[in-house]
């Protein structure tokens, strides 16, 4: 799938998809659930969540929504341990408090 996939955001979007791949691998292996959906030749939009808004605010939407799925991850697979967490994200503390604010993310805490 790595192989087959043309990259459009080259080195960036590689990175960011191994990251996303190793905070939701479980065990330690990479398995292709693991790896964003666009490279399963899919995504996760719904038509009917498509409205009259511009592109970008549709690009935001979409990306706060998978930032918070990645949190969410984060904090499940460092048992809720949010210094943990933010190692596993790459952002400091301080960030990813914001972000379970922003995101009202307590089921997981």
Do not use: C
Request: zero cysteines.
């Amino acid at each position: 799938m790595l192989t087959k996939y043309h990259w459009p955001g080259n080195i960036r979007d590689l990175e960011n998809a191994m990251k996303s791949a190793i905070i939701t691998a479980a065990d330690n292996v990479i398995k292709m659930e693991g790896l964003p959906l666009r490279l399963h030749g899919y995504a996760e939009i719904n038509v009917s969540e498509i409205k009259d808004n511009s592109l970008e605010e549709q690009v935001k939407r979409v990306s706060m929504k998978i930032e918070k799925e990645l949190i969410v991850k984060a904090l499940e697979k460092s048992n809720g341990n949010r210094t943990s967490a933010a190692g596993f994200l790459k952002i400091s503390r301080k960030t990813l408090f914001n972000k379970i604010k922003l995101y009202n993310i307590s089921d997981v805490l």
